[in-house]
């Protein structure tokens, strides 16, 4: 079985950078200095700016980060990425491949560093991909599902650690009814419409990976899905100000 997405699967350096200075019990923020207030060589602030501005546009204004040290969220996470790494080993894959670093955009990004992901918000109206989490291998396209704050200048992005394992390119449900004439789910206001993928996004089949997968993207591979709560962690939380977003899958 063949397992290969195109997605790049480079291990980051990010993924040996943590640097907690609490318990995470309970669960705590704690700012990462960077650029030229930090004090001294700081490996980790720079490395996560380096990482934020290179998909950001031009201009952007990194205002602050923070690291999630959360050790409930954290514990349930790495569970979950050592069993998947396990998976690995015993094909023979390297158990390095298994987690990515990727944005995360929402409106619930206070809740999500306090609870995790919380697979009982998913949205059930626009995600064409199945019913689970939604994460972007661009940070502009992760501030674009910003909703609420696509008309501000300032915006706060989830870098999360993400056990994608292996991946799953899939099709996108069944999004409009043969007698609509919008075929944009995002802006698509059709009644049938949206009845119908809500009943596509609770059938079981569109609420958890394929077999023998962890992930799904899709054909172009510009978002990752995972299905699971203790999927994903939220490790990072950048606040920024920034041009306001376009359309990303326009661009």
């Known amino acids: 079985m063949s397992h290969s997405?195109?997605?790049?699967?480079?291990v980051n350096s990010l993924s040996k950078s943590y640097f907690w200075k609490s318990s995470g019990v309970p669960s705590q923020l704690q700012d990462v200095p960077f650029g030229d207030d930090a004090p001294g060589p700081q490996r980790e602030g720079a490395a996560l700016q380096q990482y934020f501005l290179?998909?950001?546009?031009?201009?952007?204004?990194?205002?602050?980060?923070?690291?999630?040290?959360?050790?409930?969220?954290?514990q349930k996470y790495k569970l979950?990425?050592?069993?998947?790494q396990d998976e690995f080993l015993s094909a023979s894959c390297d158990p390095a491949q298994v987690e990515l670093w990727l944005w995360h955009g929402s409106n619930d990004t206070d809740a999500e560093c306090?609870?995790?992901?919380?697979?009982?918000?998913?949205?059930?109206?626009?995600?064409v991909y199945g019913a689970g989490h939604y994460f972007a291998f661009d940070a502009r396209l992760a501030r674009y599902f910003e909703r609420d704050r696509r008309h501000s200048?300032?915006?706060?992005?989830?870098?999360?650690?993400?056990?994608?394992?292996?991946?799953r390119v899939r099709d996108a449900i069944t999004l409009h009814v043969p007698k609509?004439?919008?075929?944009?789910?995002?802006?698509?206001?059709?009644?049938?419409?949206?009845?119908?993928?809500?009943?596509?996004?609770?059938?079981?089949?569109?609420?958890?990976?394929?077999?023998?997968?962890?992930?799904?993207?899709?054909?172009?591979g510009t978002e990752l899905i995972v299905y699971k709560d203790d999927h994903a962690y939220p490790a990072y939380v950048f606040t920024y100000r920034s041009e306001l977003p376009e359309d990303p899958y326009k661009d």
Request: include cysteine.
């Open 80 to 84: 979950h990425r050592v069993q998947v």
């Open 54 to 74: 290179r998909s950001m546009p031009p201009g952007t204004e990194l205002l602050k980060i923070e690291r999630v040290e959360n050790q409930k969220v954290w």
């Open 180 to 220: 609509c004439n919008n075929k944009c789910a995002a802006c698509c206001k059709f009644q049938p419409c949206a009845q119908l993928r809500a009943s596509e996004l609770r059938k079981p089949e569109n609420r958890k990976a394929p077999p023998g997968y962890h992930a799904c993207t899709s054909q172009h």
């Open 153 to 167: 200048n300032e915006g706060k992005l989830i870098l999360a650690r993400v056990a994608a394992g292996w991946i």
């Open 5 to 10: 997405t195109g997605i790049p699967r480079n």
């Open 114 to 127: 306090e609870v995790g992901f919380d697979s009982a918000h998913t949205n059930l109206v626009s995600n």
